[in-house]
Structures are given as structure tokens and as C-alpha cells.
């Protein structure tokens, strides 16, 4: 290889004078930003409480409850230690199904409701702006709230059980997906709404026919897609006695039955797992593989 | 077009129906067997609602008990009022947005460097990355709420636990989508470090990490938004924030306060994502999203 060859010396100080000269005011910009971050965080910390002290005493502890927790699974007879530690297996199965149904039901009547109102919330199909704008709110509601506060609230109005899982994941999925869905229907191709309504088309005949084949495959993705999200959230909901196994759960850490813990922990883990590789082949398929994210 | 006269058409069209039928067979044959898939996707998915329904026992009329009981309630939510502690909240809520900036920005800072470990085009061994993006799977299929019970057990009770709980579980899903990030970013850049004789940290410093870093940016702003959502909630079970206060509100019945922050938790996060939003547009430019 050559080795290359050197500008004269006043040339290079003149180009790197440029150089710097060009990079300086971004530079100054990077840093202008690293401060406004660093003093926020800063703000942050006063006000989340941060004791890097206690962290740092109490670091040990993270380690040893992980340890605790760790399966009590020996090399001499494993079959029969696992067997130990798994011995609420039956009863925490039925726990989990209850969960993964908690959530598909949630997903598919949220999912429905979504449906419904996300074309009342598209600008391409609703020429009426009042009542764009009520739905668009009114899904806005529905998504902002988590919907372990709408558990808390229906716990008292309903009574303890899974069917206040069930409604609280239905409604903050209504919201979730009113609003994708929209904007799915917001970005598809006009032209056959327009061929449609040109050839006298009702507006639920052009909705069928010229809007739901477009929207249809990318419906389904998002509607998988938060069903992943919500078995996750519906393993949580039993914390506020809402069915499920949360309140196994949150019952095993209270009492610091530590087997418990990492038996059910690891429980949940493989089972969002399972649900999120199925999901992704049939979204995969759903959309194509050349535009699946 | 008049509506009269699409009506003639219509009309028109129906009257000709069997004549259209005829001259046009292909665009009136029944497809059997895609309505036999729909049908039968149609009936697996009814069956299993119809089996949750039973197994969750859930039911119209325990739906409509419940309902009348929930209107008393919405009627006991008016006015909202804070009755007096809106400093209190305030605090709380200030509370809840600094659980939320500390968890995101502690959680976007460690996925940066594992991101890299996670990427294919960064680390060509492929039993690292596997290894990595496991890992970074398994943080992120645990709760933000379970890590909270976590962490309150090492630094007890408070916003700290909260902060620390929010960084773990984002970490992993943040690590994924860096990673992500990371494979689907120009090679041309990289390779012209390479060609010019950069060494391989020099390609990532000066050929991948100008080019991710506002899609990185962004990420890290989309993720703040959803944490400030459910910090509101991390206090449910201890983690500070505002959460403690809606959940001993709601079990005290105190409704009317419960609306007046559930208002407060609304403006916030409409007021947040705005600003968010508009620092999204900014750094990856108006034409992406």
C-alpha cells in the first residue's frame, strides 16, 4: 500500500481551521442538550428520591434475593427437586390459562369496539368534525388510563373475579386500538372508496367493500400484537385481585415463599414467551415477510 | 353526483342483474374456499370466546349489576375536586414524572453499549447475540410492576424502587429495539471507515452512530411518554409516585378526588407527549412519521 501523501503544513492548518470551525457550533449544540439532560436529571433524582447511598449498601440484597430465589434444585435426585419445586404446577396452570384467556377475551371485544369506532375517527370517511373529534377524545380516555386503574375501579363496582380483568383490558384496548386502526384507515388508498361511492355505494357498503380488504391484514397484526401486550398486563391485574395469577403471585412475594417466586416467575416468562414467537409467525404471515417489522 | 341519480343506478343495476351475471361469470363466482377459511377462523375464534366466557364467568346480568353500581359511582365522581391537597398531588405527580425520566434515561443509557452486543452487523458471532437479545428478552417479559415488588425489597419502599423498576424492564425492550436500529442501518458509511482504514470501533463511532442515533433519540422519547403512563401506576404496589394516592382514594371511595387526578394524569401526559412529539419531529425531520 502507498502511504499518503501529507498536505503542505499552512494548508492543513488552514483546512482543519475550517474544519473545526464547521464542527463547533454542533459541538456546542451536543453539549448545550448533555447539560439541559444532566440537569433534569438531576431535578429527576430529587424528586424520585435517588439514595445512590442506600444503592449501593443495599446492592447486596438484589444479589442475595436472586440467590433466594434461585430453583432448589440439586444434583442428586433433580427429578424430584424440580417435582418439589413445581408442586402447585395443576393449580398454577389453571391460574395462568385463566390469565392467557383473561387477555384474549380483553384483546377481542376491545378489539371489536376499536374496530367500530375507528372508522367514526378517521378523517378520510367521516366528514362530520364534531363527532371525529368525541371519538378521538373518548379513545384518547380510554388509553391514557392503565388499565389496572380501571381494575381497581370495576373491582369495587363488579366484585372480585377474572371478568374485571376482562373489562378493564377491554377498554384500555379499545382505546389502543381505536387509534391505530385509524390511522391505518387514515393512510389507505382513496380510490376505491371513491370508485365505490361513485357507483352509489352506501357509506357501510363503501366501508366494506373498499376500506376493510386494505385495512384487514394490518388490523389483525395490531390486534396480535396487543394481545402480547396484554397477556403481560393481565399477569399483573390479579395484584388488585382481578383474576389471574397475579394474586398467586404477589401472595408468594409477600410472604417470601422464594421457590414460589421463581417457580410462577419462571411460569409467566415461558408462557409471554410461547404467545409472543406464535404471534410473530402468524403476524409474519398476516403482513408478509418483506414489510414485517 | 346526485344522490337521485345514483339511485337510478342502482336501480338500474339490479333490474339487469341476471344479465349482468351472465355476461360477467368471473366477477360473480363465489370464492368457496377462502369463505370456508373465514368461516372456520370465524368459528375457532367464537368457540374460544364462548369457552373464556364461561371458564372467567362472565355474564350479562353480573355486567348490568355492576353497571347500575358504576353509574352511582360516576355520578359520585362529580365534581372533581382535589378537596384541598392539590399541593400534595402536585408532589406526587412531580413524583411520578421523575420516576418516569430517571427510569427511561438509566435504561436508554445501559442499552446503548449492549444494543451494540446485540446486533448482528456489530458482533458476527451469533451465539453472543443470541445470548444477549435473550437475556434482554427475559427483562422485558416481566413487568414493570413485579420488578417494583423487586426492587422494593432491596431499597424498600418509595419512588427509588419505582425509578430502578421502570429501568429494568425498558432496558430490555429498549436493548431489542437499539439493536434493531442498529441492523437495519446503512452499511455504505461503515464501509467507507473500513476502506479508509478506520478499525472496527472507529466504523461504529464514525459510520453507525451518526446515522442511529435520532432514530435512537426518538425511541427513547416515545418510551418516555409510555413510562409516564405507567408510573401513575408503579405506586400500587409502593413504588411512590401517584399511584399510591389513586389506590388508597379508590378504596376509600373518595371519588371525587380519584376524578380530580385522574384529570391531572390526563393533562400531564397529553402535555408530555406533545412536547415529545414535536422534539421527535425536530430530531428525524417532519417527512418520517
Same mark, same amino acid.
Given at each position: 500500500?502507498h502511504?499518503?501523501?501529507k498536505?503542505?503544513p499552512e494548508?492543513?492548518?488552514a483546512?482543519?481551521?475550517l474544519?473545526a470551525?464547521?464542527t463547533?457550533? !454542533?459541538?456546542r449544540? =451536543? @453539549?448545550? +442538550?448533555?447539560?439541559?439532560?444532566? %440537569? #433534569?436529571?438531576l431535578?429527576?433524582?430529587?424528586?424520585?428520591?435517588?439514595?445512590?447511598?442506600?444503592?449501593?449498601?443495599?446492592?447486596?440484597?438484589?444479589?442475595?434475593y436472586?440467590?433466594?430465589?434461585?430453583?432448589?434444585?440439586?444434583?442428586e435426585?433433580p427429578i424430584?427437586?424440580?417435582?418439589a419445586?413445581y408442586?402447585?404446577?395443576?393449580?398454577?396452570?389453571?391460574l395462568?390459562?385463566?390469565?392467557?384467556?383473561? !387477555?384474549?377475551?380483553? =384483546? @377481542?371485544? +376491545?378489539?371489536?369496539?376499536g374496530f %367500530? #369506532?375507528?372508522?367514526?375517527a378517521?378523517?378520510?370517511?367521516?366528514r362530520?368534525?364534531l363527532?371525529?373529534?368525541?371519538t378521538?377524545r373518548?379513545?384518547?380516555?380510554?388509553?391514557?388510563v392503565?388499565?389496572?386503574?380501571?381494575?381497581?375501579?370495576?373491582?369495587?363496582?363488579?366484585?372480585l373475579?377474572?371478568?374485571?380483568?376482562?373489562?378493564?383490558?377491554a377498554?384500555?384496548?379499545?382505546g389502543a386500538?381505536?387509534?391505530?386502526?385509524?390511522?391505518v384507515?387514515?393512510n389507505?388508498d382513496?380510490?376505491?372508496?371513491e370508485?365505490?361511492?361513485?357507483?352509489?355505494?352506501?357509506?357501510?357498503?363503501?366501508?366494506?367493500?373498499a376500506?376493510?380488504?386494505?385495512?384487514?391484514?394490518?388490523?389483525a397484526?395490531?390486534g396480535l400484537l396487543?394481545?402480547?401486550?396484554?397477556?403481560?398486563?393481565?399477569?399483573?391485574?390479579?395484584?388488585v385481585?382481578a383474576?389471574?395469577?397475579?394474586?398467586?403471585f404477589?401472595?408468594?412475594?409477600?410472604n417470601?415463599?422464594y421457590a414460589d417466586?421463581?417457580?410462577?416467575?419462571?411460569?409467566?416468562?415461558?408462557?409471554?414467551?410461547?404467545?409472543?414467537?406464535?404471534?410473530?409467525q402468524?403476524?409474519n404471515?398476516l403482513?408478509?415477510?418483506?414489510?414485517?417489522r | 353526483?346526485?344522490?337521485?341519480?345514483?339511485?337510478?343506478?342502482?336501480?338500474?343495476?339490479?333490474?339487469?342483474?341476471?344479465?349482468?351475471?351472465?355476461?360477467?361469470?368471473?366477477?360473480?363466482r363465489?370464492?368457496r374456499?377462502a369463505?370456508?377459511?373465514?368461516?372456520?377462523?370465524?368459528?375457532?375464534v367464537t368457540?374460544?370466546?364462548?369457552l373464556?366466557?364461561?371458564r372467567?364467568d362472565?355474564?350479562?346480568?353480573r355486567?348490568?349489576?355492576?353497571l347500575?353500581?358504576?353509574?352511582?359511582?360516576?355520578?359520585?365522581?362529580?365534581?372533581?375536586?382535589p378537596?384541598?391537597?392539590?399541593?400534595t398531588?402536585?408532589?406526587?405527580?412531580?413524583e411520578?414524572?421523575?420516576i418516569a425520566?430517571?427510569?427511561?434515561?438509566a435504561?436508554?443509557?445501559?442499552?446503548?453499549p449492549?444494543?451494540?452486543l446485540?446486533?448482528?452487523?456489530?458482533?458476527?458471532n451469533?451465539?453472543?447475540?443470541f445470548?444477549v437479545?435473550?437475556?434482554?428478552?427475559?427483562m422485558?417479559?416481566?413487568?414493570?410492576?413485579?420488578?417494583a415488588?423487586?426492587?422494593?425489597?432491596v431499597?424498600?419502599?418509595?419512588p427509588?424502587?419505582?425509578?430502578?423498576?421502570?429501568?429494568?424492564?425498558d432496558?430490555?425492550?429498549l436493548?431489542?429495539?437499539?439493536?434493531?436500529?442498529?441492523?437495519?442501518?446503512?452499511?455504505?458509511?461503515?464501509?467507507?471507515?473500513?476502506?479508509s482504514?478506520g478499525?472496527?470501533?472507529h466504523?461504529?463511532?464514525?459510520?453507525l452512530?451518526?446515522?442511529?442515533l435520532?432514530?435512537?433519540a426518538s425511541?427513547?422519547?416515545?418510551f418516555f411518554?409510555?413510562n409516564?403512563?405507567?408510573?401513575?401506576?408503579?405506586?400500587?404496589?409502593?413504588a411512590?409516585?401517584i399511584?399510591q394516592?389513586l389506590?388508597?382514594?379508590i378504596?376509600?371511595?373518595?371519588?371525587?378526588?380519584?376524578a380530580?387526578?385522574v384529570?391531572?394524569?390526563?393533562?400531564?401526559?397529553?402535555?408530555?407527549?406533545?412536547v415529545?412529539?414535536?422534539l421527535?419531529?425536530t430530531?428525524?425531520?417532519?417527512?418520517?412519521?
Amino acid at each position: 500500500m502507498h502511504s499518503l501523501t501529507k498536505l503542505p503544513p499552512e494548508r492543513e492548518a488552514a483546512l482543519s481551521g475550517l474544519y473545526a470551525a464547521a464542527t463547533a457550533s !454542533a459541538r456546542r449544540r =451536543t @453539549l448545550a +442538550g448533555l447539560a439541559v439532560v444532566a %440537569a #433534569l436529571a438531576l431535578l429527576a433524582g430529587l424528586a424520585a428520591e435517588v439514595r445512590p447511598l442506600t444503592f449501593a449498601e443495599n446492592i447486596g440484597k438484589f444479589t442475595a434475593y436472586l440467590g433466594q430465589i434461585l430453583p432448589p434444585v440439586g444434583f442428586e435426585h433433580p427429578i424430584a427437586d424440580v417435582r418439589a419445586w413445581y408442586w402447585g404446577l395443576p393449580g398454577w396452570l389453571a391460574l395462568l390459562s385463566e390469565t392467557v384467556l383473561m !387477555a384474549y377475551l380483553g =384483546t @377481542l371485544l +376491545g378489539g371489536i369496539a376499536g374496530f %367500530a #369506532l375507528s372508522f367514526a375517527a378517521s378523517a378520510n370517511l367521516v366528514r362530520s368534525r364534531l363527532l371525529r373529534l368525541l371519538t378521538k377524545r373518548g379513545l384518547e380516555v380510554c388509553r391514557t388510563v392503565p388499565d389496572i386503574v380501571f381494575a381497581l375501579i370495576f373491582v369495587i363496582a363488579f366484585g372480585l373475579g377474572p371478568m374485571v380483568g376482562v373489562l378493564a383490558i377491554a377498554i384500555h384496548t379499545t382505546g389502543a386500538l381505536g387509534k391505530l386502526f385509524s390511522e391505518v384507515v387514515e393512510n389507505i388508498d382513496m380510490r376505491p372508496v371513491e370508485g365505490l361511492s361513485a357507483s352509489g355505494a352506501t357509506w357501510i357498503q363503501t366501508v366494506r367493500f373498499a376500506v376493510l380488504p386494505q385495512v384487514l391484514s394490518n388490523f389483525a397484526s395490531y390486534g396480535l400484537l396487543r394481545f402480547e401486550i396484554n397477556v403481560r398486563g393481565a399477569a399483573v391485574l390479579g395484584f388488585v385481585g382481578a383474576g389471574g395469577i397475579g394474586q398467586e403471585f404477589l401472595g408468594a412475594i409477600r410472604n417470601f415463599y422464594y421457590a414460589d417466586v421463581s417457580a410462577i416467575l419462571g411460569l409467566i416468562i415461558l408462557t409471554v414467551f410461547c404467545i409472543d414467537l406464535a404471534t410473530e409467525q402468524v403476524r409474519n404471515r398476516l403482513i408478509g415477510p418483506e414489510s414485517a417489522r | 353526483m346526485s344522490a337521485a341519480r345514483t339511485g337510478a343506478l342502482r336501480a338500474e343495476a339490479r333490474d339487469n342483474l341476471a344479465r349482468l351475471r351472465g355476461r360477467y361469470p368471473a366477477q360473480f363466482r363465489a370464492d368457496r374456499a377462502a369463505r370456508a377459511r373465514f368461516v372456520l377462523a370465524l368459528g375457532a375464534v367464537t368457540g374460544l370466546a364462548a369457552l373464556a366466557c364461561w371458564r372467567l364467568d362472565v355474564s350479562a346480568t353480573r355486567i348490568l349489576n355492576g353497571l347500575g353500581r358504576l353509574g352511582s359511582f360516576a355520578m359520585l365522581m362529580l365534581p372533581p375536586s382535589p378537596e384541598g391537597q392539590f399541593w400534595t398531588f402536585l408532589h406526587a405527580l412531580g413524583e411520578t414524572l421523575g420516576i418516569a425520566f430517571l427510569g427511561t434515561l438509566a435504561a436508554a443509557i445501559l442499552a446503548f453499549p449492549v444494543a451494540f452486543l446485540a446486533a448482528r452487523n456489530v458482533v458476527s458471532n451469533p451465539f453472543a447475540h443470541f445470548a444477549v437479545r435473550r437475556g434482554l428478552d427475559v427483562m422485558r417479559s416481566v413487568d414493570v410492576l413485579i420488578w417494583a415488588l423487586i426492587w422494593i425489597n432491596v431499597v424498600g419502599l418509595g419512588p427509588f424502587a419505582g425509578a430502578l423498576a421502570i429501568a429494568c424492564s425498558d432496558f430490555g425492550a429498549l436493548g431489542k429495539l437499539f439493536s434493531e436500529a442498529i441492523e437495519t442501518c446503512d452499511r455504505r458509511p461503515g464501509e467507507g471507515v473500513v476502506a479508509s482504514g478506520g478499525s472496527s470501533l472507529h466504523r461504529i463511532r464514525f459510520g453507525l452512530i451518526p446515522g442511529v442515533l435520532p432514530v435512537l433519540a426518538s425511541q427513547v422519547l416515545y418510551f418516555f411518554e409510555s413510562n409516564t403512563r405507567s408510573a401513575t401506576i408503579i405506586g400500587i404496589v409502593g413504588a411512590g409516585g401517584i399511584g399510591q394516592y389513586l389506590t388508597e382514594l379508590i378504596r376509600v371511595l373518595e371519588l371525587k378526588q380519584v376524578a380530580f387526578l385522574v384529570l391531572m394524569i390526563l393533562v400531564t401526559v397529553a402535555a408530555i407527549d406533545w412536547v415529545s412529539t414535536r422534539l421527535r419531529r425536530t430530531l428525524i425531520g417532519p417527512a418520517a412519521r
